[in-house]
């Protein structure tokens, strides 16, 4: 069974920066696509950063150059380092798993989401 926990989600001012984790389990990681979406209130759930098998990564534009993806294997973990927070980043951000090597439409695994609000 794949199970995908995120933690890291917190409050952080403006302009501040928070790691989001998020531990993989149930396959064999680094053989499928893996990432992050995000859920504003109110708002669709949009793909905030994905990473191929390859290691190639996709950012939302909204996010390019702020927020960064990394793995390791050793700890079947993926990160999303986040940087120069926004209000406009606050939102419920949900690790995915998708049944493919790259991103494509839609993941097929979901964790629980962790919360990360930004205030001003």
């Known amino acids: 069974q794949v199970t995908l926990v995120e933690s890291g989600g917190g409050s952080v001012q403006a302009g501040g920066s928070l790691r989001l984790s998020c531990v993989h389990s149930g396959y064999n990681f680094g053989t499928n696509a893996i990432g992050w979406y995000r859920q504003a209130p109110g708002k669709e759930r949009e793909l905030v950063a994905g990473?191929?098998?390859?290691?190639?990564?996709t950012y939302a534009e909204s996010v390019q150059g702020r927020f960064r993806l990394s793995r390791d294997y050793g700890k079947r973990t993926l990160y999303l380092e986040m940087g120069s927070l926004q209000p406009e980043d606050t939102a419920m951000y949900y690790c995915v798993r998708y049944d493919a090597m790259v991103i494509t439409r839609q993941p097929a695994n979901w964790g629980q989401g962790t919360q990360v609000t930004v205030f001003s």
């Open positions: 990473m191929s098998t390859g290691g190639s990564t």
